[in-house]
């Protein structure tokens, strides 16, 4: 190709490469950068609001991800998870995590906010959301809380054990599993 022919798509290039480059400051605060997108088959978990709205007596809302009829699909489960065992699966992962940073001295995020949600999470069988499981689901998140406000070795295994009590009562399937997460 000839040098006047790429002329004028080497000042295009240039143009629009200045014009990208050459944006003025934005006046006032920089707003914080977008949060990273979840993984595309994994659910999205928010943390509820700060108020203790969640509790036994807390109606169940019908027709969300996770409630009966809606289970939620994922390669993990193909018959689908309830939202209660979003949760918990999400919670294994924030404890992994959290494992980690404190074995490399680091801080770590607090998990009450976000798992608080338990007690008014649609659970895989809703006859079992009685007050025996709304009961150990508050001594679990008081471990949790214990945690969050000492995180170490012992607060960690106290929320496995606050996991393991639990499934012993009903769910049993993860148990080994999470014996397996204690940390020795």
Known sequence: MSLLRTLPILGLTVLLFGAACNKAEPKGPTPPPPAMAPEPDAPR????????????ATPLKPGIPGSPGHLVVSPRNPNGDSELALLMRH????????????????????????????????????????????????????????YD????????????????SCHSQSCGGPLDFL???KWQ
Request: net charge negative; with cysteine; hydrophobic share 40%.
């Open 91 to 146: 919670f294994v992962d924030q404890l992994r995590e959290a494992r980690v940073l404190l074995e490399a001295k680091q801080a770590v995020p607090k998990l009450h906010p976000t798992f608080r949600k338990m007690r008014c999470a649609w659970p895989t069988r809703p006859e079992e959301r009685d007050a025996a499981f709304d009961g150990r689901a508050v001594a679990f998140l008081q471990a949790v809380q214990a």
């Open 45 to 56: 978990i928010e943390a509820p609001p700060p108020e203790d709205d969640c509790t036994l």
């Open 179 to 181: 014996d397996g997460m």
């Open 149 to 164: 406000g000492k995180p170490g070795q012992e607060t960690y295994n106290g929320v496995i054990g606050g996991c393991i």
